[in-house]
């Protein structure tokens, strides 16, 4: 595995006491794959990778526990020098909104230049020469005109590309995107999401992508993890987790995005209440309270996470991790009306 | 027949970039929108459908044309009486909700000043109209207290819509009210929108650039680009059957939520790529 997260619990601590935002999480990536992360704002899918960049690293009110191994290594415990030679080069990470990402007095070049420099000891003109090679792979227009302009003088997309040449200039083996074309329009979202396809067979660069919306999962993701309460709640291939959902959570999810075919005017399915507080989040399962399906065991204990006997999908060779998912739907002391009643929803 | 409750004419909206060269935003543009229809705006950013809805509540200038509100005109520009007589017939949804509501005030007061700048009601009436619209879209009094921070993005736009409704307007223009939300909140919105426009028979404009939530909520569909107008038709069909290759783009663009469907999308997306 080229990525292996365990257990993997941060925790804020404030003057009212703790946020719990990730609590205890496992996944792993392997070369070339693509791993979605789904959920909704607050649950902790930010965090989470922020902590695997290790960009928490030494304030004191944060608390990591946990183990985060990058080819064997675990990068949790390195100090800050160590860290900054593996960000960047071997880890690297793009954000939702490029504006506020990019110095907004330097130039775009420089910008992508400094990179080179920092990690690769390029010279400036060399690293100059790289930058606009680098921007003419994210197919920005003019690349040599671009160099020589500031983040204010591109759009959205645009930026959004310099921020990718930026994040691909060593050559990592693992490209953190968060949310990468949440700011952007669907025609560029769908540009910005064909490039990161293209990269990623190109480089052989694994992907893990943040985001809120089940049809950029469907587009992107070979595996899916999706994230509730700070909590994987579901995990699984793709197909598997789309076609045999798990976890009435994730059904939920499908069901309040608009089909093709949804008629005009009727109301969409939503989810109703409002996630749990992460000061105090319940003992039980944390999705409990706007569960259809809960049972009197959900309050009480969290459920381990259950794996699914789904049909092997064509991915498996990838040697991907079995689908599962925290449900006490699954168990075998489950009412049977319950289970029919949970498979009879779409 | 009754008027339609707007009505644009050949409306052109130039913004002076350099000495001699305009920034043409809009460019002759003519649409109406009959009593208790909803019209939804579509076309990417810059296409220029955030000023076209800025014109007509009098936020930006006309270079050209007419816009009449009930067989009446508006103004060419606006004055603060003009701002302050219109305010009860036409209101705006904004589409960012941290960036719309003033951090210094509370709820209760960002709701009470639509009515002290308009009419001197008592402030019981006010109180009662603060109460009546504060649990009208989703929230509690309990929230009436607090500062917008304190909120989360679905619930200040929550806010957004009792500021715009506490009027009693009758045309709201709606300017992407969900895109800065997550999918799940989208689809309450949504909602909440289509529940308000039925009871009080709201005339909208709603802008997006996302297609599919735009036709769930639309009677019409108007597609955009550079400023004009490209296609305009019923909601599905423009949905079902675009005209216009660019409103076939917008459509094609948006990811299924469905990896089966998905794949089958990409398939046609590299095919129509190429033949381009």
Avoid at chain 1, 25 to 34: P, R, Y
Wanted: glycine content about 6%; some cysteine; charged content about 25%.
């Amino acid at each position: 595995m080229l990525l292996d997260v365990n257990h993997l619990s941060v925790e804020f601590q404030e003057s009212q006491g703790s946020i719990k935002a990730v609590r205890n999480i496992s996944f792993s990536v392997d070369k070339g794959e693509t791993l979605v992360i789904l959920g909704e704002s607050g649950c902790g899918k930010s965090v989470s990778m922020q902590a695997i960049m290790g960009l928490f690293h030494d304030q004191a009110n944060i608390n990591i526990k946990g183990s985060v191994k990058l080819h064997g290594h675990e990068l949790l415990t390195l100090n800050e020098q160590k860290r900054h030679q593996i960000r960047g080069k071997q880890i690297s990470m793009i954000f939702q909104d490029p504006m506020s990402s990019l110095n907004p007095t330097m130039k775009i070049g420089d910008q992508i230049a400094e990179v080179l420099i920092t990690h690769k000891a390029y010279a400036k003109q060399e690293a100059w020469q790289e930058a606009i090679l680098l921007l003419e792979k994210t197919r920005i227009s003019d690349a040599h005109l671009r160099v020589n302009q500031y983040p204010f003088e591109l759009s959205g997309g645009m930026l959004q590309r310099v921020m990718i040449a930026m994040s691909i200039a060593c050559k990592p083996d693992i490209l953190i995107a968060d949310e990468p074309t949440t700011a952007l329009d669907v025609s560029v979202q769908e540009q910005i999401l064909d490039l990161l396809k293209t990269l990623q067979a190109e480089e052989a660069m694994s992907l893990i992508l943040i985001t809120h919306d089940f049809g950029v999962a469907c587009q992107m993701a070979d595996q899916v993890a999706v994230m509730y309460a700070g909590k994987i709640i579901e995990y699984g291939a793709l197909d598997s987790v789309f076609y045999d959902t798990g976890h009435p959570y994730t059904k939920k999810l499908k069901a309040s995005i608009p089909r093709l075919d949804h008629p005009q005017g009727k109301p969409l399915t939503v989810i109703e209440g409002s996630p749990p507080d992460l000061f105090n989040p319940p003992k039980g399962c944390a999705f409990t309270a706007r569960c259809d399906f809960a049972m009197r065991i959900c309050n009480k204990k969290h459920p381990q996470a259950y794996t699914l006997n789904s049909e092997k999908t064509s991915d498996s060779t990838h040697g991907s991790p079995s689908h599962c998912a925290d449900c006490w739907i699954h168990d075998d002391d489950c009412p049977k009306p319950i289970k029919t009643a949970y498979r009879k929803i779409k | 027949m009754k008027p339609p409750v707007i009505e644009v004419n050949n409306l052109s909206v130039h913004y002076p970039i350099k000495q001699g060269e305009n920034l043409r935003a809009v460019q002759n543009v003519t649409l109406s929108i009959q009593e208790g229809e909803v019209l939804g705006l579509v076309g990417e950013s810059g296409s220029g459908k955030s000023t076209l809805g800025k014109a007509m509540i009098g936020l930006t200038h006309k270079t050209q044309g007419w816009i009449k509100y009930r067989g009446r005109f508006l103004p060419k520009s606006y004055t603060l009486s003009d701002f302050r007589s219109h305010a009860k017939h036409m209101q705006m949804i904004f589409q960012d909700p941290y960036g719309s509501l003033n951090p210094s005030m509370t709820i209760k007061e960002i709701l009470r000043e639509p009515m002290q700048l308009t009419d001197n009601r008592s402030r019981t009436k006010q109180q009662e109209a603060i109460h009546y619209w504060i649990e009208k879209v989703g929230l509690s009094i309990n929230h009436l207290n607090r500062y917008p921070h304190e909120f989360s993005g679905g619930q200040r736009q929550r806010i957004g819509i009792a500021r715009a409704l506490i009027l009693s307007p009758k045309f709201i223009i709606c300017d992407e009210p969900i895109s800065a939300l997550d999918v799940s909140v989208q689809a309450q919105i949504i909602n909440l929108l289509l529940e308000l426009k039925s009871e009080l028979s709201l005339t909208l404009l709603f802008i997006a650039h996302d297609l599919s939530m735009v036709r769930l909520i639309s009677d019409t569909i108007a597609v955009m680009k550079k400023g004009i107008i490209v296609e305009t038709g019923p909601s599905d069909t423009v949905f079902k059957k675009p005209s216009h290759d660019y409103t076939k783009m917008l459509i094609e663009a948006n990811p299924i939520a469905d990896p089966k469907d998905e794949k089958k999308r990409q398939k046609a997306r590299i095919k129509s790529n190429k033949s381009l």
